[in-house]
């Protein structure tokens, strides 16, 4: 299905920066807006309400100054992340500032609630929901969301399991709204091969953690560029579901080793620790897909942004030429 207009008419490249845990913030997500791609972040890297709402405040000045700056280049817009479940007391509160400020777009997890596509669809904002499965798509298309992000095996965060061919495929089979592909896409090719597999947008987080606007540690963003997709461990120890993590991490932070492989139940219920536990947890356990092993520097994102859109072009002009 093709890409609501307000969206794809100001993108430069089909390219969401993903809102990562403790790493995005309003610098970043304005470095990918001005650069052309959907810059994020999920409402919960601000500790309180109150400093959520100073970050949307940021961002709206930010990108005013960028528009009357270039007014011929209309402005790309951005999206917060918001956690709709009960291990989130913030959530309606903080939609509701959403709402206030008419976010352009709001990024769904761990619930796709018709409450949040009623109230953003209120003002024209779109709705993302991301999900692993097709079981949970099909919840997404009931409620009403304008894109459903396919998280694929790879991915880092909240990872799923399923291949992205196959991904894609099913998500569409009950989905024709915008579907956006995430896992392990780091070059300007995966982009253009996601669109040949179906996919609409697509979806990059971990390319971004080594990005100079980026929250993480320099200690993060070295080892990001010592992993390798062999070093990502999907384990349910940190968070209480499964998610990626890097080996060398969680070695440094005393997990034992011989028994993160066990298998844990993707429960959204009880075994979903409290968001401020989980938020503990993260500052000493660094997530990461698999596209680790593609990054080798940490780079400003107007440079990673021109340099993935070179990739893109060279790609398609192979393409041609087959």
Sequence with gaps: ???????????????????MFLISGPELALACCKAGIVGSFPALNQRTSEGFEEWLVQMEHGLAEHQARYPDAPSVPYAVNLIVHKTNPRWQADLALCVKHQVPIIITSLGAASQVVEAVHGYGGL????????????????AGVDG?????????????????FVLVHEIREVF????ILAGALSNGEDLLAAQAMGADLCYMGTRF?????SLAEKAYQHMVIAAVSGDIMYTPAVSGIPASFMRQSLEAAGYP?????????????????????????WKTVWSAGQGV????????????VERL?????????RLDTL
């Design 293 to 304: 092993s593609q990054i080798t520097d940490v780079v400003p994102v107007a440079t990673l």
């Design 1 to 19: 299905m093709p890409v609501s207009p307000s969206l794809q008419r100001p993108l430069s490249l089909p390219l969401i920066a993903a809102p």
């Design 209 to 213: 953690i080594n990005t100079t606007e």
């Design 148 to 164: 459903i992000i396919a998280v694929a095996a790879g991915a880092g965060g909240h990872a799923g399991t399923i291949n992205p």
């Design 257 to 281: 080793m011989d028994k993160l492989n066990q298998p844990g139940a993707v429960d959204y219920g009880e075994k979903l620790k409290p968001v401020t536990d989980e938020a503990k947890a």
């Design 309 to 317: 859109s070179q990739q893109y072009r060279a790609a398609k002009d």
């Design 176 to 179: 024709d709204g915008t579907i």
């Design 127 to 142: 709705v993302f929901h991301d999900v692993t499965n097709q079981k949970h798509a099909r919840k997404a298309a009931d």
